[in-house]
């Protein structure tokens, strides 16, 4: 079983970045594959990321797709978003999950998730 936490989510500009974390406990980080989705108020959860347990296979959504990158550190137990060139319609929850397996783009896919942390984008 693995515990996560979301940190880093605030209000930003249009335009502007941010970094999420996701902080991960226990010592088997590194055999689940991490993605991160988003949820906007009266929406459904949406993929937004994923990672392979080795670090060498990402997916990204559309929408998201050369603006945002994800990436882990196994060291650290810990697996990341950064988020450039934000835009308002980016504004909602942002939440890391875990999988035992290979990574997945449906919310049905993953065992584990954290509380959340909250991105605003203003415009």
């Known amino acids: 079983q693995v515990q996560l936490v979301e940190s880093g989510g605030g209000l930003v500009q249009a335009g502007g970045s941010l970094r999420l974390s996701c902080a991960a406990s226990?010592?088997?980080?590194?055999?689940?594959?991490m993605g991160w989705f988003r949820q906007a108020p009266g929406k459904e959860r949406e993929f937004v990321a994923a990672i392979s347990r080795s670090g060498g296979t990402t997916y990204y959504a559309d929408s998201v797709k050369g603006r945002f990158t994800i990436a882990r550190d196994d060291a650290k137990n810990t697996v990341y978003l950064q988020m450039n060139s934000l835009k308002p319609e980016d504004t909602a929850i942002y939440y890391c999950?875990?999988?035992?397996?290979?990574?997945?783009?449906?919310?049905?896919?993953?065992?584990?998730w954290g509380r959340g942390t909250q991105v605003t984008v203003s415009s």
């Open positions: 226990g010592r088997t980080f590194s055999t689940y594959a």
């Open positions: 999950a875990a999988r035992n397996g290979a990574p997945g783009t449906a919310v049905a896919n993953y065992n584990y």
